[in-house]
Nanobody, 115 residues
């Protein structure tokens, strides 16, 4: 079983920054891809950013250049640095870890950006 614990969400003004963190514990498959998804009210969950075990990253067009994803393989943690936030970034952000054998989700952390 894999547990994902997220932290770092909150309320911030437009133009501000937040840093999300996710700590994974349990039976994590070596080589897993880690990432962040978000879901705004009335919208589908969407990929924000992902990072492969070797460090290759992928970003949604809407956050490219503003968000940076990073991971620490030794600690099984993944971080999302979010800069220049806009009200459109308001959503629940979910940590995700997936491999060829399983996929796990965190409980979600709320990010609210006021205008």
């Amino acid at each position: 079983q894999v547990q994902l614990v997220e932290s770092g969400g909150g309320l911030v003004q437009a133009g501000g920054s937040l840093r999300l963190s996710c700590a994974a514990s349990g039976s994590i498959f070596s080589g897993s891809t880690m990432g962040w998804y978000r879901q705004a009210p009335g919208k589908q969950r969407e990929l924000v950013a992902s990072i492969a075990y070797g460090g290759r990253t992928n970003y949604a067009d809407s956050v490219n250049g503003r968000f940076t994803i990073s991971r620490d393989n030794a600690k099984n943690t993944v971080h999302l640095q979010m800069n220049n936030l806009t009200p459109e970034d308001t959503a629940v952000y979910y940590c995700n870890v997936h491999s060829v054998v399983r996929e796990d989700w965190g409980q979600g952390t709320q990010v609210t950006v006021s205008s």
